[in-house]
């Protein structure tokens, strides 16, 4: 771990192994972080934070800028990492990750200057104005699935404004972030950035909980994010949650092609093997294009290579631990169960041959599905898209929403009309009409409903979460 510019171990000695989800093979081991450990490092966050909000905004957005081009000649090697402790695939993920990664230190470096305040006209006797001040130790936790990317967010996002931030990696895939930390450490000051490993209901827990952390910035589950959010409450701290979802991509006839299939197919974050928040996993086709539309959707699924995450034609790799891999193959038994279901490709894992190896699950896409069943409605988290016909915008529509989730949606025609009343009157946060990539820096990210609370990704988003607004009123005569 790094508490206050240091390498450290737990208090306890005790350690944490890392596997390699591809081999089942123990890679590294690192410190099982405890009560004690976030302790040490909140209170040298905290220490910290005395001295670094007074450093000069441009002064941080320039350490920043010497951050991103440190990282940037480290992509390989991370990208590497990350590939091994994720399973993500190399050429289709983990590269892209580590690119984001330095993209996000560059883009929050030069927002550093950008946290101003405003004059109210209160009349010609008054001064009235307002500052944006840092909020002071920021808890910052982060999954398993973008664990580099994630992190890195929450790190430029934090000391951009001032704060300082203990950030608590991911327990299944430390690696990458971790030496992007230690990156960090070149060039922040002791302290500013500390990085816990350790499990969510020891570490995270104890860091949620901390009386001197000031902000809690949480992205996972929706169920951990609800525990996160009573541990706000019982202090009173602001809390950003970006959580899961249920995401819909609905198609009109007059996108039947094989762009919107190659969208379709990345909107659902196949080559992440479904493990994506934003995944748009359920798939509203009008009835006129269901089955021609799915027959290329399976063409293409079929062509996909799963396999070795550092093999460069790999474009699926593996399941991140043994706990998600049996859950998702317990969802697509539930799936199997059910008589009007038709699998048209994947299904259960082979239980020999190479992927027998690690935890893979192939590409699976069920049919007739409804939107009441389990398949449909819960998070899944893996590589499982159902398809589910339509045949009035209304009724898809109603569909759509019909979720307690409301991250991501994706919306397909060539028609701009019918696309923006269908963006306008889906309940999710981030709608993409005609694309299906990933986030980007600059745009606002975040959900409605239980997929979560705040924004991140833009300045407004670094302006609302991590800094507090001071109003000081001047009596001038």
Known sequence: MIIDGKAADAQD????????????????????GGEA???????????AFESWREVPPRDRGRLLMKIADAVEAEIEPIARTVALETGNAIRTQARGEMKVTADVFRYFGGLASEAKGETIPL??????????????????????NM??????????????????LVLKAAEDAPLGLLRVAEICQQFLPPGVLNLITGFGEEAGAALARHPLVRKLSFTGSTEVGKLIMHAAADRIVPVSLELGGKSPAIVFPDANDDKTVDGVITGMRFTRQGQSCTAGSRLFLHRDIFDSFLEKVTAKLSKLKIGDPLDEATDMGAIINRKQFDRVCSYIKDGLGQKEGRVLIGGLPPKDGPLAQ??????????GVANDWRIAREEIFGPV???????????????ANDSHYGLAAYVWTRDITKALRTAHAIESGWVQVNQGGGQMPGMSYGGFKQSGIGREYSLEGMLDGFTQRKCVTVNLQ
Do not use: H
Not at 13 to 32: F, H, K, M, S, W
Not at 123 to 144: A, D, F, K, Q, S
């Open 385 to 399: 898209m159902v398809a589910i016909p339509w045949d009035d915008e209304r009724e898809a529509i109603r569909m």
């Open 13 to 32: 000695g005790r350690l944490i192994d890392v596997e390699n989800p591809a081999t089942r093979q123990v890679i590294a081991q690192v410190p099982r």
């Open 37 to 47: 450990d976030v302790d040490r490092a909140v209170r040298a966050a905290a220490k």
């Open 147 to 164: 664990p580099v990317g994630l992190g890195t967010l929450k790190i430029a996002m934090s000391v951009a404004v001032g704060n300082t």
């Open 123 to 144: 009349g010609e006797n008054m001064l009235c104005y307002t500052r944006r001040e840092p909020i002071g130790v920021v808890g910052g936790i982060v999954p398993w």
């Open 358 to 367: 690690g935890y893979f699950v192939q590409p699976t896409v069920f049919a």
